[in-house]
C-alpha cells in the first residue's frame, strides 16, 4: 500500500530495535514517506489547502531492492488539520526463487499542512494486521494478533513521523504528489477523489 534516516535523541534500545527493523519498515516507506525531520513546514498563511480536503483512493505499486511493495486504500483529509489512511499493503521480495508475500491491514491517522506546492504529514497513530502470508502459491499460518512483529513495526513507523511531498498537481478529482525514497529515488502517488471509504 527506501525510505530516509531517524531522528537523533532517542534511547540506543529503541534505535538497536529500528536498525533491526529496518528491513521491514522500508516495505512503508511509500505509505508513510522518507524518515527525515522537517524544521519548516509548508508554506502558507494557515497551513491549509482546500484542494485535499476530502475523501481519496490511491492504489499503487514502488519497487524495492529485492521486491515490489503495493498499496491500495483511502487517506482523508479534514478541515482541522487531520488525516487519516486504511488500506492493504502487500510486501514482496525475490530473494530466493520463491516469492515471499505478506500484507498487512494498514489503518492510521495524524495531522496535515499544505501549500499549493508541498504538503506535509506527521503520523501520530498507526495500526499494523498481518492479514496473510504465502511463499510462492502455499500459504504460511500467521501468528494472532497482536504480535511482536506487528507491535515493533508501529513503533518505528511513529518514530519515522514526518514526511513531506511536493504537489505536482491538485484538481478537483486527482492529485499528484512526488517524494523521495530512501535512496534519493522519486516517486509518484496519483490519488483520485472517492465516496467510499476502503474496505478489504
Known sequence: ????????????????????LLPHLRDFSTIVGPWAAYISPPSSSDGLNPKLLGLWHEKFQYPQPNGVVGFEGTIE???????????????????????????YRFEG???????????ETSLMDVRVRVVAK????????????PNTEESEIERGLLLAKSQRYDIRSAGKDEIVLESNGLYADSYVIKLNRTKQMYMR
Open 134 to 145: 504465502s511463499l510462492g502459491d502455499i500459504s504460511i499460518p500467521t501468528a494472532p494478533s
Open 1 to 20: 500500500m527506501n525510505w530516509s534516516r531517524l531522528r537523533l535523541g532517542w534511547s540506543a534500545g529503541i534505535i538497536a530495535s529500528i536498525v533491526y
Open 77 to 103: 483529509y479534514f478541515r482541522n488539520k487531520t488525516y487519516r489512511i486504511n488500506g492493504l499493503l502487500k510486501s514482496t521480495t525475490f530473494a530466493s526463487s520463491t516469492p515471499a508475500t505478506t500484507s
Open 109 to 119: 491517522n495524524g495531522e496535515w499542512l499544505a501549500s499549493d506546492e508541498e504538503l
